[in-house]
């Protein structure tokens, strides 16, 4: 189980131990191709669910890779405020922190990160439950952040 961090305070941290790092231009390419990765990942979930029994441990694998699209597009999303960072705690507490706008709840983002920490690092397994829990609001957010993406990518185009 995890300790419940707040928001304002990890990110904080985050900044003064220059975890959040500067990038110096908004790389369009990258971006592009971050988005077609995350939707390879969608598509791969959509795939992976067809015909998968409640029981399964498959649902692992569900629950990292909608994690994994969600998490490439808030780095994506992010580019275009010249910050990335490796570590997802604090991409997730820079995006709560200056995107309130967005309406993004930062216990999801722990919730969900825990999850996936608890799958990739200490043997837990994600349940049907477990996924369903995390679905609509996990879709809701992609499909958020994709919007987002794509009106910043038209912008920049222009």
């Known amino acids: 189980m995890y300790k419940e961090s707040k928001q304002n ?3 904080a941290k985050c900044c003064s131990d220059g975890i959040i790092e500067p990038i110096h231009e908004i790389e369009i390419d990258l971006i592009e191709t971050s988005l077609k990765i995350s939707e390879g990942d969608l598509e791969s979930v959509n795939l992976l669910k067809k015909g998968l029994e409640i029981n399964s441990n498959g649902w692992s694998s ?5 994690y994994d699209a969600l998490r490439e597009l808030i780095d994506s999303f992010l580019r275009f405020d010249l910050v990335k960072s490796s570590n997802h705690k604090c991409l997730f507490a820079y ?3 200056k995107h309130p706008e967005l309406e993004l709840d930062w216990n999801f983002f722990e919730k969900i990160r825990t999850k996936r920490n608890g799958i990739n690092y200490r043997g837990e397994i994600a349940t049907y439950e477990d996924w369903k829990a995390i679905e609509l609001q996990a879709n809701l957010y992609i499909n958020t952040l994709k919007k987002e993406i794509e009106k910043k990518l038209k912008k920049n185009k222009e």
């Open 9 to 11: 305070e990890i990110f």
């Open 62 to 66: 569900i629950y990292k890779l909608h």
């Open 95 to 97: 995006l709560c922190e």
